[in-house]
């Protein structure tokens, strides 16, 4: 018997799983005691949507006779077109006034280009110092002058590989 407990005190790993073994067993007999005959089973809601659907139709049919249904196919078509010539005509409105905005929105974006333009040319001052453009260059002339540099230069065999420290 000393070994058994030696045994079981030397190895904490079983001790663990034979608690959880006991743990489950004791929790099952739980839940069977929760689950009375008396109560009535849990159903899925998916379930339960079917059941009151089919028992809103079978209400909805004993309630209300057979109806002509040429009529109402006809009444529902002119209430469809109805319903169509309301919402192009909405969206059409809708149509036009986004753009009327457009415009609006275009119009005043030419006036502040305009504006800025007149600003700028009151601004450039050819003997201001301030306002005077630096030399502009295209990449022909940089790559001429980065040709020119090498031919100019001394050659390159001539330079050191290795950059001086400073």
Do not use: C, H
Request: glycine share 6%.
């Amino acid at each position: 018997m000393g070994d058994f407990i030696d045994f079981f005190l030397k190895n904490p790993f079983l001790i663990i799983v034979l608690i959880g073994i006991l743990t489950s067993m004791l929790g099952k007999k739980k839940q069977q005691q929760q689950n009375d005959p008396n109560t009535p089973p849990k159903k899925k809601w998916q379930e339960v949507m079917r059941e009151l659907q089919g028992e809103m139709q079978q209400g909805n049919q004993q309630q209300r006779p057979a109806p002509a249904p040429v009529r109402k196919v006809e009444q529902q078509a002119a209430q469809a077109v109805e319903v169509i010539d309301e919402t192009t005509n909405d969206a059409n409105k809708r149509i036009a006034e986004l753009r009327r905005i457009q415009q609006k929105y275009d119009q005043e974006r030419l006036y502040q280009k305009a504006k800025a333009d007149k600003i700028t040319s009151a601004i450039s001052d050819n003997s201001s110092p301030v306002y005077r453009k630096g030399p502009s260059f295209g990449k022909k002339q940089l790559i001429d002058g980065i040709i020119m540099s090498e031919v100019l230069g001394p050659p390159r065999a001539k330079r050191s590989l290795q950059r001086s420290r400073r």
